[in-house]
């Protein structure tokens, strides 16, 4: 079985998979709870300055998207951050990583932009023995119109300065949570770096709206017939967390600063993808408020198993794998061609293919009166949506080897030529 | 004390009481909404679907699948009911492993289809709790047509026509409407009065009046002549009033019945402990009407029920789903076996069948035989068309049609009673419907 113990920015954890700050990490009585499930560590959820905690709704907190089977793809919350007091949350903690002390207990704070409330809470997060901080710039709802969370992760220079305060009055690692509400997702991890962070982490959660009472006509969780805009989690928002990660790995200026992936991991699979986009480790939480628990022990089993299959020893053989392989669109090989292929015994005859490809795309699926499909190479260009929308997985790719004609261009498949090669292209170099 | 099943002869009350309220519940529960959410969220949604060509009313499969996985099951119910009005009687008798169900592509891949069936019925019932009817009649034509048989054929047809505005009497021999949906078919397919709420529910169309315990052709009811003078137009469909016979000798021993009494006795039952069956019962053909009337007989308290089929199991009629669902039941099948004599005094006590094999000349009995101890025979071996009248070309026992369901001028026919018909609901449904709009063409044109 591989080794699975992860050190993240210094921190060691038996797995690389912690429960994101959130609901999950509220209390002591959960993150028992999870530690005697099998997570690696927890970010204990954020909590806020010295004094009256925040309050929370007292009606629905969570509004959900649902897929086939009524299986949750996307959750959206308008919970704030810790609603008990500071010092009963700090006890906890002490007491908990006394009781699990191989286990990472990272605390994520967010208390004003100034530099007192930083100066003041530190050194009582640094004596419960946590492993590291996370700053919360991320939540996009209820804390940032109170300048603080998205508020702050938005403006690249606040991160940079109270990343700084961070640095300068504690000794602990410093994990910064960048929000997805952005639109360039590498200009909050620069100033983070800048501000002499030891990571980042992300996604916290998306603006979201997911659903309208149509008969209130009220957004979805509704409080007494209003609603307000939360934050989007679950498996529907894994690919905007996983291009977000890979464009912070593949900068050059934070090129090889540590990503904590975060953002709809909900299978070992998910963290894998994570984990080779270059994160060093992942934080779960919808899958946990979705499923239990209990959902680690695949996670672990199944990143294992995986390890095993590649023969890889450890998870940083997989940390980053994959990020070479990601480039710019300009950079793809337009002299490479495939075309769809139906293997007609697997084939159930659905028609789905044929549906799409003939309404929505290039009429590039030919279909016989006793329902059998078939691939018109001289028509298809290789879009993959028949791959996609096939239930059976009966439809493949195949790659047309140099010396091949493209029936439908009717050129002789060559070696490489990208978009910065060719003649189209007005600003084009010539190739070698 | 009173009978038990081990009691010989035809006698009532074999059970305990309540046992005939379970035994004749509704066999295939309704789906509730988070099984039909469920089981709709199987739907590939198919292009050019499978299931729907394989549905002689062509509905819309999975048009109205997604209808009910949106939460929208009265408007999945009107694409039904838009292509089978029916819709909610065929969604209980269809042999849907034989049609949609069995044509579903999840066989190909899991050998488990979408539950069709029971999502159709799912939505339609949705619909008719409200007892609202979907489809409102268009302006009156003053135009008036004839039914003969309130069957699905019939009812099929006098809808649609009622709908385009038309005047519409329904003629029936029975007591009440429904046909086979009323007097045909097994007790437990369509229970607590599901044949006549729907024809209740049919007729809120308006524009539909049904004649009773009226006969084509008997005396003092009326003949077509009759009905072409009163009506622009007429459509047959009678189905089949008779039954074939054994033709052999001791046939008219007590005990021995046509199948189809035994089923519409039942289904007119207000009490089924007071309804007499036998101990040994043995069902003579390979139908639906031969597994209905075997599998009651079971459910009744006989203690013995067997199907005896003249030829093999793969050839019966009743799909594999029948037989299984008799056998289930404790139904003995007996396949490759004819009758060849009836022995008994005064009334049936035994019967005697031979075996059979394929020969050169078709099935042919062999030398070996057997006997069946019997108290009641039920025969299930085909119906027959009634007399007909002159003008109407019969043949192979059936009235014939042309492509359009002509039978003469100005008569149309559907459903069993037509060399057409497929001794299916949803058939005669389909037949009834497009006679239906010919017949408005004929009439809008005339």
Not at chain 1, 215 to 242: N, R
Not at chain 1, 292 to 313: A, P
Not at chain 2, 116 to 137: E, W
Request: hydrophobic fraction near 40%; aromatic fraction near 6%; charge should be negative.
């Amino acid at each position: 079985m591989a080794d699975l113990r992860s050190e993240f920015i210094g921190i060691k954890s038996p797995n690389p998979f912690w429960l994101a700050s959130a609901p999950p990490t509220d209390k002591e009585y959960n993150v028992r709870r999870a530690f005697e499930a099998g997570w690696g560590g927890v970010v204990w959820k954020t909590l806020g300055a010295e004094g009256p905690p925040v309050v929370n709704v007292n009606g629905p907190r969570y509004g959900a998207i649902y897929g086939a089977d009524r299986r949750l793809l996307g959750l959206n919350n308008i919970e704030l951050i810790t609603d008990r007091p500071l010092e009963v949350n700090l006890r906890e903690m002490t007491m908990v990583k006394r009781d699990y002390p191989d286990r990472a207990l990272i605390a994520s704070i967010m208390v004003p932009c100034e530099e007192e409330a930083w100066k003041a809470i530190l050194p009582r997060v640094e004596e419960t023995g946590a492993d590291g901080i996370e700053l919360n710039f991320g939540c996009p709802h209820g804390m940032a119109e109170r300048g603080m969370g998205s508020a702050v992760g938005q403006v690249p220079e606040y991160i940079e300065m109270v990343t700084r305060w961070c640095k300068q009055y504690s000794n602990m690692p410093v994990i910064v949570k960048l929000t997805p509400n952005i639109t360039d997702i590498r200009k909050p991890a620069r100033a983070a770096k800048a501000g002499g962070a030891d990571a980042v982490s992300l996604i916290n959660t998306i603006n979201s709206i997911t659903s309208v009472d149509l008969d209130d006509f009220a957004p979805e969780p509704t409080i007494d017939g209003k609603g307000t805009h939360g934050g989007y989690c679950g498996p529907a928002v894994k690919p905007i967390a996983l291009n977000m990660v890979a464009e912070i790995a593949r900068d050059p200026e934070t090129a090889g600063l540590p990503i904590s992936g975060i953002g709809g991991v909900t299978t070992w699979r998910d963290a894998a993808e994570f984990l080779a986009l270059g994160a060093g480790n992942v934080q779960v939480c919808t899958a946990a408020m979705t499923y239990g628990f209990k959902v680690v022990q695949e996670m672990i089993s199944g990143l294992s198993d995986y390890m095993d299959r590649k023969g890889f020893v450890s998870t940083s053989e997989l940390v980053g794998r994959a990020v070479p392989n990601v480039t710019d669109w300009q950079y793809l090989n337009l002299g490479y061609v495939t075309k769809a292929e139906i293997k007609q015994d697997d084939c159930i005859k659905c028609g789905r293919c044929y549906a799409v490809c003939e309404d929505t795309s290039h009429q590039a699926i030919d279909m016989s009166a006793d329902r059998v499909f078939t691939v018109k190479d001289e028509e298809c260009v290789a879009c993959n949506l028949c791959v996609d929308v096939c239930p059976v997985e009966c439809i493949t790719m195949r790659k047309l080897e140099p010396g091949e004609t493209d029936l439908r261009t009717g050129e002789t498949v060559g070696g490489y030529n990208n978009w910065t090669q060719h003649p189209n292209n007005p600003s084009a170099t010539a190739a070698e | 004390m009173s009978d038990s099943q081990l009691t010989q002869g035809i006698v009532p009350g074999r059970l305990d009481p309540e046992r005939y309220c379970t035994n004749f519940a509704d066999h295939t529960p309704p789906l509730g909404a988070q099984e039909a959410r469920i089981a709709a969220d199987r739907c590939y949604f198919c292009h050019d679907a499978p299931c729907m060509e394989a549905c002689p009313t062509s509905i819309d499969v999975p048009l109205f699948i997604r209808q009910i996985s949106t939460g929208t099951p009265e408007a999945a119910a009107k694409t039904i009911f838009a292509q089978n009005i029916l819709g909610g009687m065929c969604a209980r008798v269809c042999p849907t492993e034989t049609l949609c169900e069995g044509a579903c592509v999840r066989m190909e891949s899991e050998g488990e289809p979408v539950e069709i069936g029971a999502l159709q019925r799912f939505a339609t019932d949705t619909l008719m709790a409200r007892q609202s009817h979907p489809f409102t009649r268009a302006a009156k034509t003053g135009k008036s047509v004839a039914v003969v048989g309130a069957g699905p054929a019939g009812l099929a047809c006098a809808h649609g026509l009622a709908m385009r505005g038309h005047d519409v009497t329904i003629f029936d021999a029975r007591p009440k409407p429904g046909g086979l949906n009323e007097y045909g078919i097994a007790s437990y397919k369509a229970p607590g009065g599901f044949a006549q709420a729907e024809v209740d529910w049919l007729m809120q169309i308006g524009g539909i009046s049904v004649v009773a315990n009226w006969e084509l052709g008997r005396k003092g009811d009326g003949d077509l002549g009759d009905l072409l003078a009163d009506h622009e137009a007429v459509f047959l469909g009678m189905g089949l009033s008779g039954v074939n016979a054994l033709r052999m000798e001791g046939e008219d021993k007590d005990g021995i019945v046509p199948a189809t009494e035994f089923i519409a006795e039942l289904r007119q039952a207000d009490d089924l402990a007071k309804l007499p069956i036998g101990r040994d019962v043995v069902v003579i053909g390979g139908g639906m009407t031969a597994v209905d009337a075997a599998v009651q007989s079971k459910l009744l308290g006989a203690l013995n029920v067997t199907l005896v089929y003249r030829r093999s199991r793969a050839q019966m009629p009743a799909s594999l789903h029948e037989q299984e669902h008799a056998l289930t039941h404790g139904v003995r099948i007996i396949e490759n076996a004819a009758p060849v004599a009836i022995h008994g005094n005064g009334a049936v006590r035994e019967i005697e069948f031979a075996y059979t094999q394929e020969g050169a000349s078709g099935l042919e009995r062999t030398d070996v035989t057997f006997r069946l101890p019997a108290d009641q025979v039920f025969k299930a071996i085909g119906q027959t068309l009634g007399d007909m009248p002159e003008k109407i070309e019969v043949k192979g026992g059936k009235i014939v049609v042309d492509g359009a369901g002509r039978a003469a001028p100005r008569v149309w026919a559907g459903g069993d009673c037509t060399h057409a018909g497929e001794d299916l609901t949803v058939t005669a449904v389909a037949q009834g419907r497009d006679a239906a709009v010919e017949i408005h063409q004929f009439l809008m044109e005339g």
